[in-house]
């Protein structure tokens, strides 16, 4: 087996048992980074500067498709990146970069917004569940853009697009953003309702505003966007990333070690902190740190995932992995997506007793995993199994690493930093 993306290494083995201790800072925000890089393709000779940008796989390959597009990136130290934009660029998404990841959809809304005409090959299925931008292509339509999907590629053509009023079905995230994007450079203004409200919709807007878009998001669910002929330079910060935040706050409950993770917005993870207390856990929260506690074993509950304020899908994994060990039966349904709980087995495999039903994971609490060679079936599964592996007794190898470098920086350095015992393995190729 080959060596993961960019020669990071796909397998990382833990030896368990230990208490983490210290402090660590949560990176950008890989959500928010992704759409506000796809935001730059909406300037012609202008420049877009971000900072704290996160330096992960989906970044990279985030990177590859503008420049495939005609952009220059520039990277400097801390996480600046700037990405210069030409007067004109190819309107076509390189199926590679798309193929490697979902959020490459990202680029169509701007593109089409731009220059009048996009191609994108349509993304296709994960291993969480079929995840179709029907949402993304009918605001554009509404828009005034003909769609049409040949041969898996959607083909976008609007000579002008124009503002309108748009209900979304569900609160997107995708598809609130590309939206936003189109809506930027259309003509009059749009009213985008039922919006998705996570965290990194605002970075989205505080981007377009930067560039000097007229932005308003309301309480109520709901962005209203007065559409520019020409967008100028902008920057911004990236927001940080509550998920891998939340993860490394999991991974001190789990190991009932005391662990602060600082350069957060607690506010954005408000439903993780609930549930934790609900659980029993223990743990102080500052303006922009978080420090979890050691405290008496967790106790069971129940959740369901759910678009922003709910509690997050993307922390769904690492959680089912912590109550793993509660006392009593958790139970955790997911409705955002179909096929989130592949890893399951897995934990299982560690001595967890989790049973799937329909979308629900069935945790009845045991008191100790142990450690065993198991794979990460898609990011979050693989930031779960490493949390199993940090508390179980003995060694714990996990393989298919390539998924988790999508989404965590240096994950393997920042749990050394606590203290934990993990080492990267190069498997031999073969
Ligand atoms: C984003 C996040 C992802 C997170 C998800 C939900 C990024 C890069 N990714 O993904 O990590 O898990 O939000 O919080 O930000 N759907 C449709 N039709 C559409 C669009 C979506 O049916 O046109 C469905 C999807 O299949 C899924 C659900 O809606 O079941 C949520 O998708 P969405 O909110 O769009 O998530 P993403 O933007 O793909």
Request: with cysteine; hydrophobic share 45%; charged share 20%.
């Amino acid at each position: 087996m080959s060596d993961g993306m960019n020669g990071m290494p796909n397998m990382m083995s833990i030896e368990g048992g230990i208490p983490l201790a210290g402090t660590v800072r949560a990176q950008g925000a890989k959500n928010a980074a992704l759409p506000v890089m796809a935001a730059c393709l909406l300037l012609k000779g202008q420049t877009l500067t971000l900072d704290n940008v996160p330096d992960l796989q989906d970044v990279r390959t985030m990177v590859e498709l503008l420049e495939a597009l005609g952009v220059t990136v520039e990277k400097e130290p801390q996480g600046r990146m700037r990405f210069s934009v030409p007067e004109e660029v190819s309107p076509e998404a390189p199926e590679a970069q798309v193929r490697k990841m979902r959020a490459s959809s990202l680029v169509l809304g701007p593109l089409l917004a731009r220059g009048g005409q996009a191609a994108l090959p349509l993304p296709g299925g994960c291993s969480i569940g079929s995840r179709p931008i029907d949402l993304h292509l009918k605001g554009l339509v509404q828009m005034g853009a003909k769609i049409e999907i040949r041969s898996g590629v959607v083909y976008a053509q609007a000579d002008q697009l124009r503002g309108r009023r748009i209900y979304l079905d569900f609160p997107s995230v995708g598809a609130t953003e590309n939206l936003m994007m189109a809506a930027a450079l259309a003509h009059g203004e749009t009213i985008i309702e039922n919006i998705a409200r996570e965290p990194e919709i605002d970075n989205l807007a505080a981007v377009l505003g930067s560039m000097g878009v007229p932005i308003e998001i309301e309480g109520t669910g709901c962005v209203r966007i007065k559409g520019v002929s020409e967008v100028h330079s902008g920057n911004e910060r990236v927001i940080p990333d509550r998920i891998e935040a939340c993860t490394y706050l999991l991974a001190g409950v789990m190991t009932g070690g005391q662990v602060t993770v600082t350069d957060v917005v607690p506010a954005h993870f408000g439903s993780m902190l609930a549930k934790l207390e609900e659980a029993g856990a223990r743990f102080s929260v500052r303006r922009d740190a978080v420090t979890v506690f050691p405290a008496e074993r967790l106790q069971s509950l129940s959740l369901k995932t759910m678009p922003f304020p709910g509690f997050p899908t993307d922390l769904q994994p690492q959680m089912v992995a912590t109550l793993s060990l509660a006392s009593g039966v958790s139970m955790v349904e997911e409705s955002v997506f179909q096929a989130r709980f592949l890893y399951a087995e897995e934990l299982n495999r560690m001595g967890a007793n989790i049973r799937i039903k329909g979308n629900t994971a069935v945790i009845s609490g045991v008191r100790q995993l142990h450690g065993d060679d198991v794979k990460a079936t898609d990011l979050r599964a693989g930031a779960a199994l490493i949390l199993a592996g940090l508390t179980a007794s003995g060694q714990t190898r996990v393989g298919e690493m390539i998924h988790v470098w999508r989404g965590y920086e240096a994950i393997d350095e920042k749990l050394r930093s606590l203290g934990a015992r993990v080492e990267l393995i190069t498997e031999e190729t073969k």
